[in-house]
């Protein structure tokens, strides 16, 4: 599989962008946006199984929305009440039988 995420840019705290990872043969992988800020490790932001099953990081929860579309091979991160916090490099990830592969990210800075 693929990928190819964008999306990524400037906003002022409070504002909202949507990511999208384009994942030529996602279909039955499970779909996750990582984020990695300066000085810190990778975390996971928000992963869509294959199923259907959504988990969120806490620190995103009721702000962020991650959504699935197969037919599109796309995978979407709704980003609303962004908050500087929010800076970091994210990266569109797919996982299967033990396997990550993983996209170039697409930065993401809030500003205050």
């Known amino acids: 599989v693929q990928l190819q995420a964008s999306g990524g840019g400037l906003v002022q705290a409070g504002g909202s962008l949507r990511l999208s990872c384009l994942a030529v043969?996602?279909?039955?992988?499970?779909m996750g946006w990582y984020r990695q800020a300066p000085g810190k490790e990778r975390e996971l932001v928000a992963l869509?199984?294959?199923?259907?099953?959504?988990n969120y990081a806490d620190s995103v929860k009721g702000r962020f929305t991650i959504s699935r579309d197969n037919a599109k091979s796309t995978v979407y991160l709704q980003m609303n009440s962004l908050k500087p916090e929010d800076t970091a490099v994210y990266y569109c990830?797919?996982?299967?039988?033990?396997?990550?592969?993983w996209g170039a990210g697409t930065q993401v800075t809030v500003s205050s």
């Open positions: 869509i199984t294959s199923t259907g099953d959504i």
């Open positions: 990830n797919a996982h299967k039988w033990k396997v990550d592969h």
């Open positions: 043969g996602m279909f039955r992988y499970d």
